[in-house]
């Protein structure tokens, strides 16, 4: 059976509700026609559509056209509402763009027109409420012509029954001429195939308009008839595919999945991708309010299932193909101001199933405020959204003051690169970041081998990089406008978990703008301002103010048009401007532009407070381990510690290398030529000959001082070509060399310059000859001084928390904290490291700061009212981000501070086990020096000391020596 899917657009009050009840009363399905203003309309089936005569949600009906099911999706016409309209555009095969004859075309009338362009959908136009008074039939034409396309033709009359197009010569020549394949088979034939012109519409060269009133039933019936003659059902393929569209639940709560089938059939307890476990429970076939139940959805359907939860609007199952990324998004950002004992968390959970519905609510959690933010296109929206939390919810929200919603993009190509590995974990990502073409949004691809890192990996990687939101380093504001691509990698075939590279790709992606830095945008509109000539250079100077662009003025007897595009944040109240010093005549149209550059961004960074280094939520360093415990080293530090070399970092080295070749290449074909031209003296070319056959030979001869001069250099042909050849200056075959040669490497400078490279001459003169496959010789690296170390243990902490000292404490706390004060000192002479054990003297009446050497350690005692964790704390900060400093406690409430100020944490148990650790070491070392063999007194004595010991022995009585 025949089925194609059409849209009903419309600028808010174009009648685009009443048209769809026209259509459904005309072909059958409706025994009455609805009437917005009777709130009776059969597709607004929600009580707050209802009660404010806007449509907010897209619905569905099902009408038949002749031997075709024909689905009508009817859209939002409300800006504020575009995002759900946008939403069903991915599943039309055509759409029927209502314009008001009234009105004529309106803002968001080319904002349509630009959206239906971009998802190439063919259009069928209705001018609507054609029997008001004052329409103007051609010059309504007229403008759509101007404003939306030149393919726009009156279809008024025209047949295509017939396999010849019935119409008047003047509207034959007129639909040919927007077409060039058209006009060749209308001047060949003399008319027009109605496949042709069926043809025409499909490939969006031509657009059928037709005049009417809905209300009155006026040309509706014309326009459904060359509907069905000019519109032609899609090509559904064998294999299933289906494309999601909408999420929405019932009145019971039923989670719902809207989508169109656009290839094989779906039946009740099959999957929707071959990877889910979930099962589909229902099949739906919505129209109006009411659904029947199907066992089977079939090509060219438009179903609601159940069952399904983890779906998405966009998301394509099967054999479909994938559509464009949303263009129209909120710009303005809301505080939901909760009731007093309102539990924000639940509020939260809430809020994210309206989210889940219309993904451009988007709801944003600030963690450091504690609030919830929300992000919507209008005050229209924000009053239909607290009507659904209201309802739904029983709770009644309020919002605060807008604020612009911005975006930053990287500044430069950099590679992100990221590392987690505490103990018994391990994962590292290196990331390609560029930036991308203006609105083009995040595009995420993977270019590394799997001999690297296997393809689940990559494709968890992948799948991390598109499940958040990134934030960039500004402001804090979402990042856009970049193209992602994984190019290297490294799992642990033991450690490695899937949380590993989550952590490792959210660092990389950090650290990649750290290093980039990066450029704050914000929305600008594409605004057209009406206004009375007298009022032009009012308008011009408000515009110039408000940081706008724009185009020169355009004069229509006594208005004068101004478009152009201007920042939101400027722009956003001059509505009221324009209406007041205009005093009404005034007319301003705005659509989101895109995003550019911030216009004032240094002021807005400033306001905004944002410091990227204190937030804890996207940190930007990598995590290593050493000594059996995770550090944490900074973004600007972490490429010297990674463990796969960098891609980029090889491909710039070639790419350099290649443009030095080049430029030492085009030098010599320079040297070469002016030698030829007389230009440089043949005596300076160390024996410069040239040959018969008019070829210049330059080389460098590598001698060793003997009487045969044998060498390796480098011949120039005649044709400019640098080759590299052996000659013997004894022979006569001579070389030129600007390399080698002082007085020829001096006029070389004088003519072109100093070489961007060192010179053979400026090395030592000895030359280190190979065999073809010996390995060359590793560079020696320079000692590095010892980096300074310190260790803060909280004494008390870690006595109670090992058991041995706590059961040795519960006797004594001095001979346990002796005990740890000996541990300590073992440690200290093994690693060579500052320790410092801290312990509590707080409750001490009058005590003072102490701090005692013991041994090699130092021993701190806090004065009154100082805990351990507060004089850690002061020390971590003072010397933990210039020094290795690691902390020794399991006390929870230091832990943030100590991580923030770059600090190594090692709990209670870590501590012990690097304890144990070095003490195996310590047991080795002493092994190696004292063997297997028993320990005698004697053999750790001086020659005297042994004298004296004998005597002793032998009771002798000796002098002490």
Known sequence: ???????????????????????????????????????????????????????????????????????????????????????????????????????????HTETLWRLLKRYRIPVFLFVNKMDQKGTDRDAVLASLKERLDHGVVDFSGVSGNCEILGTSDETAEEIATCDEALLEAYLADGGLKTADVRNAIQDRKLFPCFFGSALKLTGVREFLTSLGEFASCPDYTKDFGAKVFKISRDETGVRMTHLKITGGTLKIRDSLSPDSEEKINQIRLYSGSKFEALKEAEPGMVVAVTGISDTRPGQVFGTASESALPLLEPVLTYRILLPFGTDSHTMLKNMRMLEEEDPQLHIVWNEALGEIQAQVMGDV?????????????????????????????????????????????????????????????????????????????????????????????????????MKITLIA???????????????????????????????????????????????????????????????????????????????????????????????GRGRLTLSLSGYEPCHNAEEVIAASGYDFDSDLQDPAGSVFCSHGAGFVVPWDEVKQYMHVESPLAKQLAKEQQERELKEANERLQAMAADVAAG?????????????????????????????????????????????????????????????????????????????????????????????????????????????????????????????????????????ARYKLM??????????????????????????????????????????????????????????????????????????????????????????????????KLISEEKGKHTGNAKNYLFAHADAETQKYLEAVRLGKNPEMP
């Not at 907010?56 to 099911?69: C, E, H, N, R, Y």
């Not at 590299?724 to 400078?749: C, P, V």
């Open 489 to 583: 990698g490294r799992a642990h075939q033991k450690h490695t978990e899937g949380g590993d590279f989550r952590q490792a790709t959210y660092r990389a992606v950090r650290q990649g703008l750290c290093e980039a830095g990066c450029v704050l945008l914000e929305p600008y509109y594409a605004f057209r301002l009406e206004v009375p000539s007298e009022n032009l250079g009012r308008a011009m100077a408000d515009l110039d103010r408000m940081q706008g662009e724009f185009s020169a003025p355009e004069q229509d007897g006594s208005i004068a048009l101004l478009t152009g595009t201007a920042p939101v944040s400027t722009m956003r109240n001059y509505q009221r401007d324009v209406i007041s010093y205009t005093k």
């Open 822 to 919: 000996d541990i300590l000192s073992n440690y200290q002479g093994f690693r060579k490291i500052c320790v410092i054990v801290v312990f509590d003297a707080y409750k001490v009446p009058g005590g003072v700061e102490k701090v005692q050497k013991y041994h090699n350690i130092n021993v701190v005692y806090t004065k009154e009212a100082e805990t351990a964790d507060q004089y850690i704390e002061k020390v971590a900060i003072r010397i933990g981000r210039r020094y290795r400093t690691t902390v020794a406690t399991s006390d929870g409430v230091i832990q943030l501070i100590i991580r923030s100020q770059g600090c190594i944490l090692w709990s209670a148990r870590d501590f012990r086990e690097e304890i144990e650790r070095v003490g």
């Open 679 to 815: 230009k440089v003296p043949s005596g300076a070319a160390g024996g410069y000959k040239s040959g018969s056959d008019g070829s210049a030979g330059s080389g460098t001869g590598s001698g060793t001082g003997s009487d045969d001069g044998v060498g390796s250099g480098t011949k120039t042909s005649a044709n400019g070509t640098a080759d590299s050849s052996s000659g013997s200056r004894g022979n006569g075959d001579s070389s030129l060399s600007f390399y080698d040669d002082k007085e020829l490497q001096a006029i070389f400078t004088r003519t072109y310059g100093e070489p961007k490279r060192k010179l053979a001459s400026d090395y030592d003169s000895r030359t280190v000859i190979r065999a073809k496959n010996a390995s060359p010789a590793k560079p020696v690296k320079e000692k590095e001084e010892p980096e300074d170390e310190y260790l803060l243990v909280d004494g008390y902490n870690i006595i109670f928390a090992w058991e041995e000292l706590s059961d040795l404490a519960a006797v004594s706390i001095d001979a």
């Open 1 to 107: 059976m025949k089925r194609f899917v059409i849209g009903i657009l419309a600028h808010v009050d174009a009648g685009k509700t009443t048209m769809s009840e026209a259509i459904l009363y005309e072909t059958g399905k409706l025994k009455k026609m609805g009437r917005v203003d009777n709130r009776d309309a059969f597709l607004d089936t929600f009580a707050l559509e209802r009660a404010r005569g806007i449509t907010i949600f897209s619905k569905q009906a099902v009408f038949p056209l002749g031997d075709t099911f024909v689905t009508l999706l009817d859209t939002p016409g409300h800006v504020d509402f575009s995002a759900e309209m946008e939403r069903t555009l991915q599943v039309l095969d055509y759409a029927v763009l209502i314009v008001s004859g009234a009105d004529g075309v309106q803002g």
């Open 381 to 481: 929206q924000m009053e239909i959204l607290k009507s659904q939390v209201q309802e739904r919810f029983g709770v009644e929200i309020e919002f605060g003051e807008g604020n612009i919603v911005y975006k930053e993009t990287i500044a430069k190509i950099v590679e992100g690169v990221g590392h987690f590995e505490p103990l018994r974990h391990y994962a590292e990502v290196h990331l390609l970041m560029e930036p991308g073409e203006p609105g083009s949004g995040l595009v995420f691809e993977a270019d590394c081998s799997e001999d690297m890192l296997d393809r689940n990996w990559q494709r968890l990687i992948l799948t991390h990089l598109e499940e958040k939101r990134f934030r960039g380093i500004l402001t804090g504001s979402e990042i856009t406008d």
